[in-house]
């Protein structure tokens, strides 16, 4: 999916919303563990009920990969049943020398045929191009997040006093443009997402953080929102887990509304 494209969607549906398909055997409604596949099953009634809200669907990947092959399967149904319109996320964080970093890229986006993949940029420019050689697919490279270890590394000063979060936005611009790399924001740290925005004004960024990690949505607009929106904010538990009874569905339509209507506002006042 091109940068127009998405940008139609959030147009269409007055949202910017992207609902993180993290589904857990521990967490999902009781009386899906009789079905044959319970995480598809959980996936499918969660589709149903927020795709006319979201414009972006993204499952993290270690929640497949925990369940061994039948996660990997249950991963590409869901995949596969997510309407074509919607942009997928392959939330991998993946990033490792060129040729494996060139067959990550290939699982990801020829065998799965999701429209993007996170990958940490840590590894430098050989580990994030072979992403970036897929026409019509995104990288969406780690830049700010929200994690307490966060602090670790990523706010850093380095040489010249710029931290690091800071030379990772500067220097991954000559590897890729705002038609094919976003950048992970997190949204709990309010102002922060300005300062990102300063060193990146035309690209996307996919914000997790909102809802159930206390991030305010209000901020990442008033921070974050250019001409072409330019975000893409996250929600997981705070929708899929909205209830664990039979009407687990149903509650997640409501919650991914009440974030749509939100959002539909917020275009109207920072989207121009």
């Known amino acids: 999916m091109d940068k127009k494209s998405l940008f139609k969607q959030i147009q269409q549906k007055s949202s910017f919303l992207c609902v993180g398909l993290d589904a857990d055997l521990a967490k999902i409604p009781a009386h899906l563990l009789k079905e044959e596949d319970p995480i598809f099953e959980f996936n499918k009634q969660i589709i149903d009920h927020t795709a006319d809200y979201a414009v972006a669907y993204k499952p993290n990947i270690a929640f497949y990969e925990a369940l061994g092959p039948k996660g ?13 319109d919607i942009f997928t996320i392959s939330d991998a ?28 940029p840590y590894m430098g420019k050989d580990s994030v191009s072979p992403f970036l050689e897929f026409e019509g697919k995104w990288v969406i490279l780690l830049a700010l997040t929200s994690n307490e270890g966060s602090k670790d590394f990523q706010v850093l ?46 690209h996307f960024f996919l914000v997790p953080g909102v809802g159930a990690q206390g991030g305010s949505l209000q901020e990442v607009a008033q921070y974050g929102m250019n001409k072409e929106c330019g975000l893409l904010v996250n929600s997981s538990r705070g ?29 109207d006042q920072y989207c121009k």
């Open 93 to 120: 964080k993946r990033g490792d020398i060129g040729n494996t970093s060139k067959l990550y890229a290939k699982a990801f986006f020829e065998q799965m045929n999701f429209d993007s993949v996170t990958v940490a």
């Open 239 to 267: 929708i899929i887990y909205a209830s664990n009874g039979e009407d687990f569905g149903a509650k997640a339509g409501q919650a991914a509304k009440e974030l749509q209507q939100e959002m539909s506002q917020l275009l």
């Open 157 to 202: 000063e380095t040489e010249g006093g710029k931290p690091l979060f800071q030379q990772v936005l500067e220097k991954s611009q000559d590897w890729g443009t705002d038609g094919n790399l976003m950048y992970v924001v997190g949204a709990t740290r309010g102002e922060k997402i300005a300062e990102v925005r300063k060193y990146a004004p035309d």
């Open 72 to 84: 990997w399967e249950s991963l590409q149904k869901t995949l596969d049943y997510i309407p074509k």
